[in-house]
C-alpha cells in the first residue's frame, strides 16, 4: 500500500512567505530569482542564472520546520519545467549554511511530470561539492526542501511546481 504525506501546499495563503531565495550574490554574483503563488496555486520559480562575478546558481528554500519524514522513503514533486536540470536540497538543521543533501532532476519544457526522489539518492553537497564520510540522509531530520539551478546553466529559468508530497513505497 502506498501512503502519502503533503508536504507543501502551495493553496494555502501565505504559503510563499515560508520561502526565501539564496542566490549567489552571498558570493559576489549577480544571479536573480524569485518565488510566486499563481491564480492555479501552484509555485512559480523563476529569474535569470548568471556566471558573472563567479556566480551561477540561484535557489529558494523553506524556512526550517519538523515535517517529520521518519517513515517515508521519498519525495515526489509534480513540476513544470523549461527543460533544464535542477536540483531538489533538503537540510537536516536549521542553519542557513552547511552541509545539504541533494537529487538532480531533469525537466521537459512545458510539460508537467512527476518525479520521484528516493531518500536514498540523495548525495551531501556543502557549497557545491561533495562531501565524503558525510553521514547519509536521515528523513526524519529534515528541516528545510529547497530547489536550485547551478552547473553553469546561464540564463532565464523557470520551474512550476505543483505539489510535494513524502511517499513510502520505494516503487511508485
Known sequence: MIK????VDFSLPGEEKRWEIVNDVVMGGISK????????KTALF???VSLENFGGFASVRTYPQDYQ???YKGIS??????GKRYRLRLRTDDK???I???ALFNTKSGKWINVNLPFKDFIPVYRGRMVSGASPLEPSRIQRIGFMIADKQAGPFNLEISWIKAYSEEDL
Open 4 to 7: 502519502e504525506k503533503g508536504i
Open 33 to 40: 530569482s524569485q518565488l510566486s503563488i499563481t491564480p492555479d
Open 46 to 48: 523563476r529569474g535569470e
Open 69 to 71: 519524514l521518519e517513515s
Open 77 to 82: 514533486i509534480r513540476i513544470k519545467g523549461d
Open 96 to 98: 542557513p549554511d552547511g
Open 100 to 102: 545539504a543533501y541533494q
